[in-house]
T-cell receptor
Framework: GAVVSQHPSRVICKSGTSVKIECRSL??????MFWYRQFPKQSLMLMAT?????????EQGVEKDKFLINHASLTLSTLTVTSAHPEDSSFYIC????????????FGPGTRLLVL | GQQVMQIPQYQHVQEGEDFTTYCNSS?????IQWYKQRPGGHPVFLIQ?????EVKKQKRLTFQFGEAKKNSSLHITATQTTDVGTYFC??????????FGKGTRLSVIA
């Protein structure tokens, strides 16, 4: 079964609004989670590393004030796309590392964002 | 993170044909992982290879890690439409994020 969940799975919003995406580890604690973005027919690109209890680490070119990340607990990280624009339309996926097996990172099912 | 190069970028096959995708690194890899992403879906872990020359099979899928641990391959025998998707190889290094290349997008024509 799924070990990382994401909510919502799909969202359509108007330009200028903010959208919050949640990523939860279901049966394990994740002090670190990763946020990726994937445009159509392209690879997953790492946006940021979410750290529980401290500031997120953003990849070069990713605006931290636009993509707010909050890792408030050991099982929840949120990504808020502020003042979304059509160019922010993408597939957002989180992952969480987990020790104890060969599958060391678990991906959430993704959130498809469409900004009109 | 270290990125591995993958070829081909696209592959179209007739159902029943075999398919192979290759990953290459200029440096020795401690391990290699393979993921599959169906259209519209998220990456799903397939396997991890660690040992030099390792070969692992999962039904019609055969994974190989090169002797020098610089390359790897995924071979699918007698492709089916359910094999459609993008196959990624990447290197795992504990709590650091995975770095994905462009992957190989497989199309299967029925």
């Amino acid at each position: 079964g799924a070990v990382v969940s994401q909510h919502p799975s799909r969202v359509i919003c108007k330009s200028g609004t903010s959208v919050k995406i949640e990523c939860r580890s279901l049966d394990f604690q994740a002090t670190t989670m990763f946020w990726y973005r994937q445009f159509p027919k392209q690879s997953l690109m790492l946006m940021a590393t979410s750290n529980e209890g401290s500031k997120a680490t953003y990849e070069q070119g990713v605006e931290k004030d636009k993509f707010l990340i909050n890792h408030a607990s050991l099982t929840l990280s949120t990504l808020t796309v502020t003042s979304a624009h059509p160019e922010d339309s993408s597939f957002y996926i989180c992952s969480a590392p987990r020790s104890g097996g060969p599958e060391t990172q678990y991906f959430g099912p993704g959130t498809r964002l469409l900004v009109l | 993170g270290q990125q591995v190069m993958q070829i081909p970028q696209y592959q179209h096959v007739q159902e029943g044909e075999d398919f192979t995708t290759y990953c290459n690194s200029s440096t020795t890899l401690s391990n290699i992982q393979w993921y599959k992403q169906r259209p519209g879906g998220h990456p799903v872990f397939l396997i991890q290879l660690v040992k030099s020359g390792e070969v692992k099979k999962q039904k019609r899928l055969t994974f190989q890690f090169g002797e020098a641990k610089k390359n790897s391959s995924l071979h699918i025998t007698a492709t089916q439409t359910t094999d459609v998707g993008t196959y990624f190889c990447t290197r795992n290094s504990g709590n650091t994020p995975l770095v994905f290349g462009k992957g190989t997008r497989l199309s299967v024509i029925a």
